[in-house]
């Protein structure tokens, strides 16, 4: 995973996801195989994230601290790394400095 | 045009276009005949953009107001509309409430 990361034979929608008044935003994709994906990019701050389905985030640019719900420990994430959160859980992340770009995909 | 636009079998690229800290993020799509298009969206305010390549920009969502270089006309965008902005210019949007959502197109 690297700040190249890209999707191919996707379809993408238009129309963005929007949250936290704009801080957080993103592009859906659908796959071939029939998932989706959301491309984001979080701004600088602090947001929760409640889930349904168990997600993997995986950071494709700048850093976050993310504390899954039920855990005690902050965890660090870089440009090419990854974290799971389980279903009917959530997640709060922070981002101090640039943006964090990420992809979400629904396990 | 409308809200349900969608881009099928294109190659989707993971990280965000990040302008005016944040107030304008998009992401860049590569359609199957080479060209490429950036699905975004505009958070409240003004901002300027110059174009090098001429550009098409398709509102899918919101509303914006719009005055392109050399021209003394504001013009009005819903979702549903376009504009075309001449290369080597540029154009000052406007957007005052929800968010505008836009696809642009690299003629």
Known sequence: ?????EFQNVT???EAN?????????HTILLPDGSRKTLGVILP???YFGTE????????????????????????YDAGTSF???G??????TVSDSPCH???SFL
């Open 45 to 47: 701050g602090q947001y």
């Open 53 to 76: 389905a168990p997600e993997l985030m995986e950071i494709v640019g700048g850093h976050c601290e993310v504390v899954i719900d039920d855990s005690n420990s902050t965890d660090s």
């Open 18 to 26: 929007i949250y936290f008044e704009g801080n957080v935003i993103s």
């Open 88 to 93: 009917d859980s959530g997640f709060t992340i």
């Open 84 to 86: 799971k959160v389980p």
């Open 102 to 104: 990420y992809v979400c």
């Open 1 to 5: 995973m690297d700040n190249a990361m």
């Open 12 to 14: 993408a929608l238009a």
